[in-house]
């Protein structure tokens, strides 16, 4: 599975998944150094993406545990089959000959795995995808820690169980809460921006290539425009910008202006306060000014 | 030949280490295997690339968005390229040389009787820094001193005290100018076109965030009521995380496991869990509105009016000489200059004597309703107030009524020992110094 930098930057093109060099680097050292990679940022700056394109461009099984408030061992890592170990015993009760040892009742057989143990199981080096892990207890993520450092795991009636392979770890966190000192030592850290226009504008080709290169553009710039007015609670993120652009190609468009991006605008802020926001302190006459002059974003004349 | 071929055994180990250890001193925790991490990951990338080079540090010595900024800056200092080095140099010695002329003027400036006034050197360097204006006015009045009528050469202690008191005054202004520069100039960034898409706004939220809430400008109240949204937002969305229902929410119902199980034969395949205990805590804020207060007193208000929804009950209560219900002016989402006028307007005996004992006991007397067991109290002050004796008295009585009193001291703690009133207030509440945003958001976090 060992890939250069050159092909893994070139296997991220290839899949559609647009990122800087910086970032590309921080993945590979992630893979070279088989250390986790914890990845912050904003919401839908592709951050659980990352884990899926990984596992793409690895050709590998992609492992997922969404994480929340409550998460335990039972849920991440295993559990035994309580029902099923009760049917054996109530079972085998009238049959002298077969008597249940408790070792028969404690193995394989009988255990749950859950992601974690599933990822440290198999075979072929998988990626493990721990989403939002600053929505699980303190008490979890130090346990998860602990899973990271040594990829072993002990379960006390089967004893320790050490993965074959090191899987591709990668967290992801919204910041909403600071996670531990412990777990961001054991990883490396990579902090996902929402895209420059450009790079937006690329993204967008690549997953929506019905669209026009002069509408590709327009939806990245006013996309960018919206995300930098810090009144509009609710960013669009990228998966949003692609929806945006698939209903204007779907509606026949080839350019933007203000008015269509009104009339379309449930698409990209998603709360009443920010549509009021816009409605009162942006407005489509903001919007055909910004797509007339370019502002700041640059890149409309290569698509002239 | 490659850069580790041409480098001496052991030059970057070296470079790398004292770098971490800058890294360190800025406030970066950096482990020795995150140290090794750095190491490893600078053998799998062409060194011959600064950027590379840069982003293999950055991955696995930053570990957080606000350390990038100290990182960024050090990095681009310490692996300066050769000619910016010299550059650099050059220009260190120029200063030097020019420091030391300065320091040398002063010297034979700041004389009494022809004999040098006894300044240390950070006195003598701050004198140098002064404007040539400030100079000439702190030359005349010693030069008025020095003539003045029967003035002997013994006077010059008398003096030095003065000078050394005028030059200390003159250091904290500018530090004190600086810094609020430096905060400006940080929003002026974030606020810029590059802003737009979330960079860049870390390092100004960080400053305001760090800054005397009592030294936030006008022109910075709304940058500041975004900031506090924010991170009240991020408070209420962990209370009611913690109060939503989990899969295995309550204590085990063995009554219904045993009545669901009796099909098996009273063998227990699946248990039953009692729902969670919705517990939503009621909130109560005392604000002291006093002229020093009332800025504390706003901010607090609005960053704990954005944790009303995560509360089942939200009060708030300004006091100076006596108490005032602020609770409905609250209903209507307005900005912080607008609670901030309000807070003022509303508040009658604006420029009397704060009694926190009087205050204290109308709301128990009045507001008997508010006080029980889910009560958690908070309260703006820095405890100054007339009867202090009285003030403990109604504490006390309060205490026993509700569930804990977080007291919030805009003092900062090492000011504490010198005020009476913080020592006899600290004893029966939960006290925590907290003069700026940062510091309510730790100090809220986790105690709600």
Known sequence: MMITLPELKNDFNNVGYICDESTALTVFLSLELQKPLLIEGAPGVGKTEMGK????????????LQCYEGLDETKALYEWNYQRQLLRIQMN????????????????????????????QTEERPVLLIDEVDKCDPEFEAFLFEVLSDFQVSIPELGTIKASKIPVVVLTSNNERELSDGLKRRCLYLYLDFPAVENEVQIIKAKVPAAADRLAWETARVVAQLRQHSNIRKKPSIAETLDWARALVSLNRSRLDGKLVSDTLNLVLKTRADQDYFKQEIGPEEIDRILKHGGNGGGLSQCR | ?????????????????TFTNLLREKGLSISTPETIDALQALQKIDLLSRDAFKSALQATLVKSRRDQEFFDRLFDYYF??????????????????????KMEQACSEMKFKGEALKL??????????????????????????????????????????????????CRSKSMYEKQNNTNRKDDQTASGPSAGNGAGSGSADAALG????????????????????????????????????????????????????????????SLK????????????LLCDVSASMKQYSTFVIHFLHG????????SCFSFSDNLENMTPDLKSRAGLQHLLDRVIRRSETWGGGTNLGLSLHELMQKHPDLLNGKTSIIVVSDTKTISIDYAVNELNKLKDRVRRIIWLNPLPKEQWPDYRSVGSVAGLVEMWPCNTIVQLEEVLTGRL
């Open chain 2, 210 to 269: 760090e800054m005397d809430i009592q030294a936030i400008r006008t022109t910075d109240l709304p940058e500041a009521e975004q900031l506090l949204q924010r991170l009240s937002r991020k408070l209420a969305i962990q209370i009611l995380r913690r109060q939503r229902r989990g899969p295995r929410s309550g204590p085990l119902d063995l009554r219904r496991s045993l009545r669901d199980n009796m099909r098996y034969g009273g063998n227990i395949f």
């Open chain 2, 120 to 169: 240390n050197d950070e006195e003598l360097a701050q004198y140098s820094s002064m404007s040539q204006e400030e100079q000439k006015r702190l030359q005349d009045f010693m030069h008025k001193t020095e003539t003045g009528v029967n003035v002997k050469p013994r006077f010059r202690p008398v003096l030095e005290s003065v000078v050394k008191s005028h030059l200390r005054y």
């Open chain 2, 80 to 101: 300066a390229p050769p000619e910016v080095q010299r550059r650099g140099a050059e220009k260190a010695a120029s200063h030097k040389k020019q420091f030391e002329s």
């Open chain 2, 1 to 17: 030949m490659s850069l580790k071929e041409k480098l001496p055994e052991g030059h970057l180990e070296e470079n790398l280490i």
């Open chain 1, 53 to 64: 394109v990984l596992a793409d461009i690895l050709d590998t099984e992609l492992i997922r």
């Open chain 2, 273 to 284: 869990h009692k729902p969670k205990r919705r517990s939503r805590q009621q909130i109560l």
């Open chain 1, 93 to 120: 009760r009238n049959l002298e000959e077969e008597q249940v040892k408790e070792d028969d009742l404690f193995s394989g057989q009988y255990l749950m795995e859950r992601p974690l143990l599933k990822a440290i």
């Open chain 2, 307 to 314: 944790l009303r929804e995560a509360v089942r009950d939200f």
